[in-house]
């Protein structure tokens, strides 16, 4: 159980486009979901959590306008990367809970590379 | 703010060697503590987790004590496989907070 399903795995665009990310929980109902960004061989830097049905809490130096973030329903969570540019390269991974339960359960992860 | 260190990689190690990772951590009142793996190219997997002091969280082999006097949950694994070859990485949760705090994570390689 507790599975989160990420999509895309991995999305190659050109510079100035627009790119969405899914983050879905496949059997639980997530209240809150957390979008983290992984650089090579680095830990995971929080960008925001999310909670369902209200704006995403964004963590100090990260662009709300630049990675918009929407929790509309309890599975699903998006994240657009928004005129994405090459320094946006990296891997994003979200994770979800159920009611502030941890552990946090993650996704797969999105590798994102920007030309 | 509450914060984890972690030992730096990376780690080669032959099969069916003892492995250890360090993890110490800085927190006030009583943080959960976990281990996650990541293997490449892929997101976190929890591997275990303790909530309180002197819980010991095992599976897959892998083990972790909670120890509150030395403000620590080291991982250990008597013998390690190939298929342990991955990143792990220690994570604290405040008693009073919903977010995860990582440490920077420890590349393990494990030699046939």
């Known amino acids: 159980g507790a599975v989160v399903s990420q999509h895309p795995s991995w999305v190659i665009c050109k510079s100035g486009t627009s790119v969405k990310i899914e983050c879905r929980s496949l059997?639980?109902?997530?209240?809150?979901m957390f979008w983290y960004r992984q650089f090579p061989k680095q830990s995971l830097m929080l960008m925001a959590t999310?909670?369902?049905?209200?704006?995403?809490?964004?963590e100090q130096g990260v662009e709300k306008d630049k990675f918009l973030i929407n929790h509309a329903s309890l599975t699903l969570s998006t994240l657009t990367v928004t005129s994405a540019h090459p320094e946006d390269s990296s891997f994003y991974i979200c994770?979800?809970?159920?009611?502030?339960?941890?552990?946090?359960?993650f996704g797969d992860g999105t590798r994102l590379s920007i030309l | 703010g509450d914060s984890v260190t972690q030992m730096e990689g990376p780690v080669t190690l032959s099969e069916e060697a003892f492995l250890t990772i360090n993890c110490t951590y800085t927190a006030t009142g009583y943080p959960s503590l976990f281990w996650y793996v990541q293997y490449p190219g892929e997101g976190l997997q929890l591997l275990l987790k303790a909530t309180k002091a002197d819980d010991k969280g095992s599976n897959k082999g892998f083990e972790a004590t909670y120890r509150k006097e030395t403000t620590s949950f080291h991982l250990e694994k008597g013998s390690v496989q190939v298929s342990d070859s991955a990143v792990y990485f220690c994570a604290l949760l405040p008693s009073n907070d919903y977010k995860l705090s990582f440490g920077a994570g420890t590349t393990v390689t494990v030699r046939a």
């Open positions: 059997d639980f109902q997530a209240t809150t």
């Open positions: 999310s909670n369902e049905g209200s704006k995403a809490t964004y």
């Open positions: 994770s979800a809970t159920s009611q502030g339960d941890q552990p946090q359960h």
